[in-house]
């Protein structure tokens, strides 16, 4: 089964690529193509990690290390 | 070359007020409500005033530099590499936005109107949408939005004209029973919600015709947005009461609910989705747009189209990522979310404002000036640097062709612009670079507007811990549970 996800996962980004780099190829550049590979590659892989169930780094939970408690505060002192 | 990729005033102040009401309208009354129970009304009253302060200011930001795209101002005002690594927090903030609005979308369907369809297959669909939007460009989904606004607003008149007979004055008593306290904490929720997240609009702003009567549009459009949002707190609080709206977790969505004229008029709460859908919509295109312009000037590319699909992969892997469950995130969005947004809605203007002050960089004229100076500077940098203009040259690929032709023929040119760019380093050549580039974005009114786009996502304040056990225990969509209770322990609602 994961074997499948994954496999569906890398058509996908198949045929973004395709697409992408057609058009890339048409009007764009190659600093364009270097980054929209590097970025597919990232997107890729994070995608593949998220099917297997590893945790992913989440920017929400550090977001709320920093903020929370200043959140917290503010609200208390407004009452 | 300019005119391609321009918005008209109008178009813009109905891209802010549905941006303003894009995930406010069905989460911020509980959010309020939650604070200062049944003088919601005056958090709102409170809240949008304070809101139109965090406008004034973005607009002293762009009376000062609106003729340079923002990601290009950043460099400009804090130097290469500082300003690079604002931009890229900036991207990721307005990436951050889209993901949370993606997520209010996903929440919102699977707990109201579709229960039996998975999330991600919501997103998916959405997601889709978005990037369509985003890839025809500027310009054709702020004419869609014209298109959709008066909607909007017919769809809103229905549902206030039907409700209003329901009123009660008693829901609305004692008044002041709490102090101001928690009329100011609630309505900071609101500065929070909607206000610190238009500073995606400084990326936007660039490429409104008319530099001064887009500043007076954009506090209008807030404005009005915010009216809009005090009313329907205002008739949540008056029709439901103020404890049913702080347990509900979509208070206006259940308000709609509660129609029923003569038996007749009833179920009409898919008006009200609707009504959701479009504002969400748009506010989803622009902080995605936004993600995408930023990144895409951020890298030096000429246009961002290559980078949507991508990045929409990862907008839908970290919808499902960032909340654990819809209790968490409501506790995020009521917290955590306005001192965070207001990094990036409130110190990152006004920082950039106090060192482009400093280091005398942008216009400090008033009125008109602007034009005259940017033309001066144009010329000027025209003749000493050839190069002015490359962000002429990003053109929307899939919407204009004449625009892609206009792109070609300039390519030559633009292409310098990098180079242009990175020979002028230093503190020295700062206001000769700013000159230049507003030239550039003057010149061509197409230039990308830089963005560094961070707010967008606070919406979904409603929920607290009571809401959350009644409704929504059952409809955790996402199985991480271990994150959740983390986050429990580290935050206790206020």
Same mark, same amino acid.
């Given at each position: ?79 | ?127 889709? #949408? ?41 829901? #609305? ?104 859908? #479009? ?105 000493? #640097? ?109």
């Amino acid at each position: 089964m994961i074997a499948w996800i994954i496999i569906g996962i890398l058509l996908l980004a198949a045929v973004v690529a395709v697409i992408s780099l057609y058009l890339i190829k048409r009007q764009g550049t190659k600093r364009e193509k270097i980054s929209f590979i590097i970025l597919l590659t990232f997107s890729t892989i994070m995608s593949i990690l998220f099917a297997l169930d590893v945790p992913l780094p989440n920017p929400v939970i550090a977001i709320s290390r920093v903020f929370m408690p200043v959140g917290i505060w503010l609200f208390n002192v407004l009452g | 070359m300019g005119e391609e990729k321009m918005i008209s005033t109008r178009q813009f102040a109905f891209l802010v007020i549905m941006f303003c009401l894009g995930s406010s309208i069905l989460l911020i009354p509980a959010a309020i409500a939650v604070h200062s129970k049944q003088d919601a009304w005056m958090s709102a009253i409170v809240g949008v005033i304070l809101g139109c302060g965090v406008i004034l200011l973005l607009n002293m930001y762009d009376k000062r530099m609106g003729h340079v795209p923002f990601v290009e101002a950043c460099q400009l005002i804090l130097g290469r590499w500082v300003g690079r690594v604002v931009v890229a927090a900036f991207v990721f903030h307005a990436f951050l936005i889209s993901v949370f609005m993606l997520r209010y979308l996903g929440d919102f369907m699977t707990t109201q109107i579709l229960p039996a369809t998975p999330i991600q297959a919501i997103h998916i669909f959405f997601l889709a #949408l978005i990037v369509l939007a985003v890839a025809y460009g500027l310009e054709t989904f702020s004419r869609s939005a014209e298109i959709f606004f008066p909607w909007l607003l017919l769809f809103m008149t229905i549902i206030v004209a039907s409700v209003i007979s329901m009123i009660s004055m008693d829901n #609305l008593r004692p008044v002041l029973n709490n102090g101001v306290g928690p009329i100011m904490g609630g309505s900071l929720v609101l500065v929070g919600i909607p206000y610190m997240e238009l500073v995606l609009f400084l990326i936007i702003m660039p490429n409104v015709n008319d530099a001064n009567r887009r500043r007076k549009a954009f506090l209008m459009a807030g404005f009005i947005g915010g009216l809009l949002i005090l009313l329907i707190t205002f008739l949540t609080i008056s029709v439901l009461g103020p404890y049913l709206t702080v347990r509900n977790l979509y208070p206006s969505f259940a308000l709609s609910k509660k129609i029923n004229i003569g038996e007749f008029l009833k179920r009409v709460e898919a008006l009200l989705a609707i009504t959701w859908f #479009l504002s969400i919509f748009y506010k989803m295109v622009i902080s995605f747009y936004t993600t995408a312009l930023a990144l895409s000037q951020l890298l030096k590319l000429k246009r961002y189209h290559s980078l949507l699909l991508p990045l929409a992969m990862l907008t839908a892997i970290y919808a499902i990522v960032v909340y654990p469950n819809i209790v968490y995130g409501g506790r995020f969005a009521s917290t955590a979310w306005l001192p965070y947004a207001s990094v990036f809605g409130l110190f990152l203007p006004a920082l950039l404002l106090i060192v482009a002050h400093i280091r005398k960089i942008g216009s400090r004229s008033n009125a008109s000036p602007e034009l005259d100076s940017d033309q001066t500077l144009s010329s000027e940098s025209n003749s000493n #640097l050839s190069s002015s203009s490359d962000s002429s040259s990003n053109s929307s690929p899939s919407a204009d062709s004449n625009s892609s032709s206009s792109a070609d023929s300039n390519s030559d040119s633009s292409a310098d612009s990098d180079s242009k760019s990175d020979s002028q380093s230093g503190s020295q050549s700062g206001s000769e670079s700013g000159s230049d580039s507003g030239a550039d974005a003057s010149s061509n009114a197409n230039s990308n507007p830089n963005s560094i786009v961070h707010d967008a996502y606070g919406e979904e304040s409603v929920t607290n811990t009571i809401v959350n056990t009644s409704l929504h225990t059952s409809v955790n969509t996402n199985p991480s549970a271990n994150v959740s209770s983390r986050m429990n322990s580290d935050a206790s609602s206020p």
